[in-house]
């Protein structure tokens, strides 16, 4: 099975400051035929479900504030917020479909200092 | 507005069994592949179960194979999840979700919660 290590674990950080989440695969989530990344970033905040950020890696969900991008490629990826916002305090997922089972990231909760 | 609301989350014995169901609207359901996915309490997110637009495909999470089972009505525009010989560790809020144009989860439910505990 496909194993995402997400880094950090959590991190406190000011309003306006930029937050980055790293993703690490233990295979390549790159499929050769379409140059696609099978790589996802969901948003959970508490009591809610999760919502879709960002698709292959890089694509983002209609509606996402810019803020919000993703990057990376084959086992490394990260998600940036450029402009921590209050409303962003929340757990965040990976999860790769390149096969299945298809599988998360332990998650990386992002907090206000 | 595309919806997606659960049921059928209660408390059971370990051993017992429950249905889950996931009932859709607001989009053509048939044209789409659907999925389970589980967060036990204060815990990540973990994917349990996906079904394809045909039926023909289905995959199962190692931890529930075997005693789970995904299915979909697409004349009722739902998907269910028969979960057999419950053990403790499958309490947790399941989530059904959509397959969107992305390949991603790109609609969720608010959850149904099962507690397995004697």
């Known amino acids: 099975d496909i194993v995402l290590t997400q880094s950090p674990d959590s991190l406190a950080l000011s309003l306006g400051e930029r937050a980055t989440i790293n993703c690490m695969s233990s295979q390549g989530l790159l499929y050769n035929s379409n140059n696609q990344n099978y790589l996802g970033w969901y948003q959970q905040k508490p009591g809610q479900p999760p919502k879709l950020l960002i698709s292959?890696?890089?694509i983002r969900e209609s509606g996402v504030p810019d803020r919000f991008s993703g990057s990376g490629s084959e086992t490394y990826f990260t998600l940036t917020i450029s402009s921590l916002q209050a409303e962003d305090v929340a757990v965040y997922y990976c999860q790769q479909y390149y096969t299945p089972p298809w599988t998360f990231g332990q998650g990386t909760k992002v907090e206000i200092k | 507005e595309v919806q997606l609301v659960e049921s059928g989350g209660d408390l059971v014995q370990p051993g017992g069994s429950l249905r889950l169901s996931c009932a859709t609207s607001g989009f053509s359901f048939s044209g789409y592949s659907m999925n389970w996915v589980r967060q036990a309490p204060g815990k990540g997110l973990e994917w349990i179960a996906y079904?394809?637009?045909?039926?023909?495909?289905?995959y199962y999470a190692h931890s529930v194979e075997g005693r789970f089972t995904i299915s979909r009505d697409n004349a009722k525009n739902s998907v269910h999840l028969q979960m057999n010989n419950l053990r403790v560790e499958d309490t947790a809020m399941y989530y059904c979700?959509?397959?969107?144009?992305?390949?991603?989860?790109?609609?969720w439910g608010q959850g149904t919660r099962v507690t397995v505990s004697s």
């Open positions: 979700a959509r397959v969107g144009g992305g390949a991603t989860l790109d609609f």
């Open positions: 292959w890696a890089s």
């Open positions: 079904i394809s637009i045909s039926t023909n495909t289905v």
